[in-house]
């Protein structure tokens, strides 16, 4: 039951993403009070994926090293960072289209570097598809993009220091409801 309720979460996750892009038509037709509804199905989306992955029994597929924590901090990081308005409002990532979508990916991408359960294969990996699909999606139907007004590196300096903190909060957090992210 465990693992239909991840896999149901994710495609909750996956539908109100994608609505947009899919049925253009359909979502132009609902106006702004969409919104509310897309919020409240995400959210739903991410209790459901909790759900799932907590209530499936663990099934080991590989064994990571230990020395990937080191490599899925960094990843995070950097996630977080891209995450961060510093594509907006900097200069390094200004030229970077979807600076979001990549730091959601690799912080997706950093989960599976250091858990080697079906569970969490299921949850990162679909959600790691999820943001490739995504770009994809969102390159096909608008191939013309122009880049924002480049920012300067002390924004990029201020939202790196802001990423750190942000990443000893979460970190922290995930301590206390799961496994340390950081090496002891």
Do not use: C
């Amino acid at each position: 039951m465990g693992m239909i309720l991840l896999i149901l979460g994710i495609a909750l996750w996956w539908l109100p993403h994608l609505f947009k892009r899919l049925a253009p038509a359909r979502r132009a037709a609902m106006g702004n009070g969409a919104k509310g509804a897309v919020a409240l199905v995400l959210v739903l989306s991410v209790v459901v994926m909790v759900i799932g992955y907590r209530m499936t029994e663990t099934v080991f597929v590989w064994a990571p090293p230990a020395s990937m924590v080191h490599v899925n901090n960094l990843l995070v990081l950097v996630g977080i960072w891209m995450m961060s308005p510093a594509g907006q409002k900097g200069r390094i990532l200004n030229r970077v289209r979807h600076p979001m979508l990549i730091g959601f990916g690799l912080w997706a991408f950093a989960h599976l570097l250091v858990n080697g359960d079906l569970s969490s294969i299921v949850l990162f990996g679909g959600l790691l598809a999820w943001a490739l699909v995504e770009i994809a999606v969102i390159n096909r139907a608008e191939p013309a993009w122009t880049p924002p007004e480049s920012g300067t590196l002390g924004k990029d300096a201020m939202f790196f220091v802001a990423s750190l903190v942000v990443l000893a909060v979460i970190g922290w957090i995930h301590g206390l409801v799961g496994p340390s992210p950081f090496a002891a």
